[in-house]
């Protein structure tokens, strides 16, 4: 499950677009951070992606990307042209292949490597969709399978892409947009060849009237259609009731949303997903990455927590220019606090097994104020050099890991969570070593 939303620049405060999302996958599914350099290819390379090859372009820019340790492809991404892409896993009436093919993650990738704008990346990814197909096993320990919807966002406009099998339908956003875990297009802008006549042979629609995408294919059956339904109503309510003063905390805020629970909420009490999700007793993945894209015309940047669950984490400036300041090896599914994801693990973990709301209250203040700091002087170097952006940027990454340190040296447990609750967290940390 994940979530993500977009706001055009009639709704941001910025002039341009901003576009946010959670990736929500397994407890020790750890993702890092991937700043991959333009390159040049070739006549007859091929590109590798999670199961199949296929060929490569000739040139693919440079990408900031979002990854499941295990996966080639990326959960969220922001390019050198400031096109950010995010997916979805969706549910259609016809089950997804299990047969190798591409993953949502890898068209993702291969839309950011090869669109200089979101309508290139678009086509990047609904023709490589006819061509490969998308399938193959999406979890981690678990195996899942499910087709994929997309955003895909530039400054000046963004689409929502939707998928089944290799049908494809495609809608222009508005003012601000959001789309979870399931079908969101009504009557398609653009679709692939055959779409409604599939969906009427398949029985799925009486080919009478306007042919309505999501009413037609939507798996009615989906254990979790009643969640992911419920999170997209309320990412599309935020969006909506702030349109027209939405910047990049609105988002980061957006993307921390708990479902309007109060200032005693534990992860234990949630009965159902929310936006910043939380594992437990009846929520199985949580949010383990988060990233917000400011882009404007020449200029864009992302925001990324590279670690798990937004509300405990802070987002930190990534200029695509400048690198990626230092921040340990790439993780894996074992504990290792010399990586980013798993230093904070223990922050987080700390947090969910114990008092969550006394514990968050004694440093939200503080994370909120050094996030505000960090916005204030990224705004100020987006006129500077390279050199002084990445010099801002390491400041940036050092400070949160010396902030993160500190909040987790005063943490002071009180027992606070249930048995139970804390009971699946203990297995999870013993398959990871902690």
């Known amino acids: ?87 979805e896993a969706v549910h259609p009436r016809q089950k997804p292949s299990m047969s190798p093919a591409l993953l949502g993650m890898d068209l993702l990738r291969l839309g950011l490597e090869r669109g200089a704008s979101a309508a290139e990346a678009v086509e990047v990814i609904t ?25 895909v966002a530039d400054a000046g406009e963004a689409y929502v892409v939707e998928t089944m099998g290799r049908h494809w339908a495609v809608e222009r956003v508005g003012a601000t947009r959001a789309i979870s875990n399931t079908y969101t297009i009504g009557r398609p802008e653009r679709a692939s060849a055959g779409l409604d006549e599939h969906a009427r042979a398949m029985g799925w629609w009486d080919g009478k009237g306007a042919f309505d995408l999501a009413a037609a294919v939507t798996n009615p059956e989906n254990p979790g259609l009643a969640g992911a339904q419920a999170r997209c109503g309320r990412s599309t309510g935020l969006m909506a009731a702030a349109a027209g003063q939405i910047g990049v905390a609105s988002v980061m805020g957006f993307l921390r949303d708990h479902g309007g629970e109060g200032a ?57 220019d400048a690198g990626l300041p230092p921040h340990g090896p790439n993780p894996g599914d074992r504990s290792d606090v010399r990586t980013l994801w798993w230093k904070h693990e223990q922050l987080h973990r700390a947090l969910v097994c114990d008092d969550f709301a006394a514990g968050l209250a004694g440093y939200a203040a503080e994370r909120n104020a050094l996030e505000a700091d960090f916005r204030a002087r990224a705004e100020a170097a987006r006129q500077l050099n390279t050199a002084a952006r990445r010099k801002l940027s390491d400041e940036c990454w050092r400070e949160a890991d010396r902030a993160e340190a500190k909040w987790l040296k005063a943490l002071k447990p009180r027992g606070a969570s249930e048995a139970k609750y804390r009971a699946t967290w203990l297995k999870h940390n013993a398959l990871a070593g902690l």
């Not at 994940?2 to 397994?26: L, Q, W």
């Not at 006819?130 to 919807?149: A, M």
């Not at 925001?303 to 695509?320: D, I, K, M, N, Y």
């Open 1 to 87: 499950m994940c979530d993500t939303m977009v706001a055009t620049s009639g709704a941001t405060t910025t002039g341009g677009t901003i576009f946010g999302k959670n990736s929500d996958r397994e407890r020790n599914e750890a993702q890092f951070l991937d700043l991959v350099p333009a390159r040049d290819w070739g006549a007859g390379s091929v590109v590798r992606t999670t199961y199949i090859a296929i060929p490569q372009a000739a040139r693919t820019h440079a990408v900031l990307l979002s990854r499941p340790f295990w996966i080639w492809g990326a959960e969220i991404g922001l390019n050198e042209h400031g096109v950010a892409i995010g997916n």
């Open 127 to 151: 023709s490589l969709l006819e061509q490969f197909g998308q399938g193959g096993n999406c979890g981690h320990l678990t195996k899942r399978t499910y087709d994929n919807s997309f955003i």
């Open 264 to 320: 005693g909420f534990h992860p234990q009490t949630l009965t159902g997903p929310t936006i910043c999700m939380h594992a437990g007793a009846v929520v199985g993945g949580q949010s383990v990455a988060a990233m917000v894209c400011d882009l404007r015309p020449g200029s864009a940047m992302a925001w990324a927590t590279a670690s798990s669950a937004p509300c405990t984490g802070v987002f930190r400036p990534v200029f695509l």
